[in-house]
């Protein structure tokens, strides 16, 4: 790496069942390694049973740089702690991957340069969704649009500068720690819950349009749904936790589709109130028809049912976790520090 003296780089990859992509994923992150560089790549398993767990042996077998690193709670905001608590020492810059994305050549060099280049403590990339089957390939067209992510900086952003929130990609490790990592009690949204926390004790979040990534959206309704589900109970979570956090683009969801709800319910008495879900039935047709015609692929028709199953499970998982769970808010005098354990205090990178 180009920088005045070599910079430690921690790359973690939380997976679970993942056998079918993570060697391609290692094999491309693993074309950033150059013998001058202190890189360090840790697979952080939270209990496979696919041979995943098998094939990283194998694999780190012949790569001294890789580590296969047991999670025992399974989720990735616990994974990625574990990896700093245990690898992070003498390191100065933590790098979180996913083994369901697709990383452009340089990734890392990318991302530490542009830490050092803009001066920012965390560094967050767009993600440019794509799919293989049908389904996929229209959940990719609409999330791309304000009508999928309400117009999110991250998602298919082109414009690079400071930022409240986006996908995780590198971090200053004394940031990261600092803030005290992610919160493991978070199984969706623990991204944007530790952005609340960096922001408020005066770190800054640099969108790097140019340094993208693919993500592969889920290829279900029903798998779409949960996904969603558990985004929005992750939400509500953060706006409870970081009173002043919302966002008027997440709030939009739940608000219209429970006047949908009401105004449903209510038709009864008042018939009139039907022109609303009307016009947002209308309304997902449109955007399935335009993006069918756009992309020049029938695939494009299920774009609006895509729409439909993000807005109504969002909402769902925001509206229940409101009701149904206790958050108690956070502020910056509360914060602990991630701390090293022994193993993380002679880590060698």
């Known amino acids: ?188 949204n623990e991204d944007a819950e530790l952005d609340c926390r960096q922001r408020a004790m005066g770190s800054r979040i640099y969108l790097d349009a140019d340094i993208r990534i693919g993500y592969s959206p889920r290829g279900t309704l029903r798998g779409l749904w949960r996904q969603y589900f558990g985004y929005g109970k992750g939400r509500a979570r953060t706006v409870r936790k970081h009173r002043g956090s919302m966002r008027l683009r997440q709030l939009a969801v739940p608000s219209f589709i429970g006047a949908n709800a009401l105004a449903i319910l209510a038709a009864v008495w008042l018939p009139w109130l039907l022109l609303l879900p009307l016009a947002y039935g209308l309304g997902l047709l449109g955007a399935s028809v335009g993006i069918a015609a756009q992309r020049r692929s029938l695939c494009g028709l299920w774009s609006g049912p895509a729409a439909f199953t993000m807005h109504a499970a969002w909402a769902c998982g925001f509206l229940w976790s409101m009701v149904a769970l206790r958050q108690p808010p956070w502020s910056a005098q509360q914060a602990q520090p991630l701390l090293f354990d022994e193993r993380g205090m002679r880590s060698e990178p």
């Open 1 to 188: 790496m180009s920088t005045e003296r070599p910079r430690s780089v921690l790359v973690v990859i939380p997976t679970l069942n993942e056998d079918a992509h993570i060697e391609g994923v290692i094999d491309t992150l693993a074309r950033d390694l150059d013998p001058a560089d202190r890189v360090r790549m840790v697979v952080a398993d939270g209990g496979s049973t696919d041979g995943t767990v098998e094939r990283v042996r194998r694999l780190a077998a012949s790569r001294p740089w890789l580590t296969l690193l047991p999670n025992p709670q399974r989720i990735q905001s616990a994974a990625v702690n574990l990896a700093v608590r245990t690898m992070g020492a003498n390191v100065d810059v933590l790098v979180r991957c996913d083994a369901h994305a697709d990383y452009p050549a340089g990734f890392v060099r990318q991302l530490v340069t542009t830490l050092e280049r803009v001066g920012a403590d965390a560094v967050v990339v767009p993600m440019d969704s794509q799919g293989r089957n049908c389904l996929q390939r229209a959940v990719a067209w609409v999330s791309d649009t304000p009508l999928g992510s309400g117009g999110s900086a991250h998602r298919g952003g082109r414009r690079s500068g400071f930022i409240d929130h986006g996908h995780h990609a590198a971090f200053r490790m004394e940031s990261f720690r600092r803030a005290g990592g992610y919160d493991e009690t978070f199984t969706h």
